[in-house]
């Protein structure tokens, strides 16, 4: 079976960087695109990275300029380097593949003061 497992959110200020990571089970992972999606407190589940399995990235406007996309196939895992935090991006951060998607359980991002 497909198992996503993100890691590594958390409470952090305004300005503050958070990494997190996705560890992939059950798939050819160096085959599968991914992507990173948000969903903050009644709102809807917000695309914010995609990586192909070429490594080309894409970002959505939240994102763009702030996070950064990446994979490391050998260590079976993708990752979301954010920087510059704000409080609007405080969400569940979820990692899923592409078409068809599997969803990770999500960690919790919260940026406060």
Known sequence: EV???ETGGGLVQPG?????????SGLQLSSTHMKWVRQAPG???EWLATILSTGDT?????AKGRFTISRDNLARSVYLEMNNLKTD???VYYCATVMPTFWGQGT??????
């Not at 503050?16 to 992939?24: K, V, Y």
């Not at 894409?58 to 939240?62: E, H, M």
């Not at 919790?108 to 003061?113: A, F, I, K, L, N």
């Open 43 to 45: 709102k809807e589940r």
């Open 58 to 62: 894409d970002y959505g406007d939240s």
């Open 16 to 24: 503050g960087s958070l990494r997190l990571s996705c560890a992939a």
């Open 89 to 91: 991006d405080t969400a």
């Open 108 to 113: 919790q991002v919260t940026v406060s003061s």
């Open 3 to 5: 198992r996503l497992v």
